[in-house]
């Protein structure tokens, strides 16, 4: 059965720990821009963080009052729009944050990361280059047709001239 299954991962404690603490760490990378936290967590909270700035992204009323009771903090919900306005996230469509791994923490090995926002603008990939086909069997270029040729240009050449 999925009873208390529904709303992702509880990371540990109940479910109104876990939308607390996942509040706490948002507000602790907008401030900062960069947090170090469990692996675990910072997985948890990368949903929320794209969220709000794709919110953050429209810009209207609505969307400045859901970002507001996610985070809880008017401030810091005015400075996230602040940046979007300037430009910050602009030719980005997703992918706010960037999570690097550190180790392990010492006391109970648990997997310690950084979680940060990611500031430099996208790189253009490349267009697609073709892979040379290779051609199976390759025919020798035969001479006599090509001197064939070059005495016909010339007579040709040579009648517009007697003609002129």
Do not use: C
């Not at 010492?106 to 603008?121: F, M, Q, S, Y």
């Not at 016909?152 to 003609?163: G, K, L, P, S």
């Amino acid at each position: 059965m999925r009873h208390y299954k529904k709303k992702g991962m509880k990371l540990g404690t109940d479910s109104a720990h876990t939308r607390a603490m996942k509040k706490s760490l948002v507000q602790a990378l907008f401030t900062n821009d960069r947090i170090k936290t469990t692996e675990t967590r910072a997985k948890a909270i990368r949903p929320d963080v794209d969220r709000i700035i794709t919110w953050a992204k429209r810009g209207d009323i609505h969307s400045r009052r859901l970002a507001i009771a996610k985070l809880g903090d008017k401030e810091l919900v005015r400075e996230v729009f602040e940046k979007v306005a300037q430009g910050m996230w602009a030719d980005r469509n997703g992918g706010y944050t960037r999570i690097m791994k550190l180790g392990n923490r010492k006391g109970d090995n648990a997997p310690i990361v950084i979680i940060e926002l990611v500031t430099e603008p996208v790189a253009k990939k490349a267009p697609k280059v073709e892979p040379v086909k290779k051609a199976d069997k390759v025919e020798p270029v035969k001479e006599e047709k090509a001197e064939e040729a070059a005495p016909e240009v010339e007579t040709e050449a040579a009648e517009e001239t007697t003609e002129a």
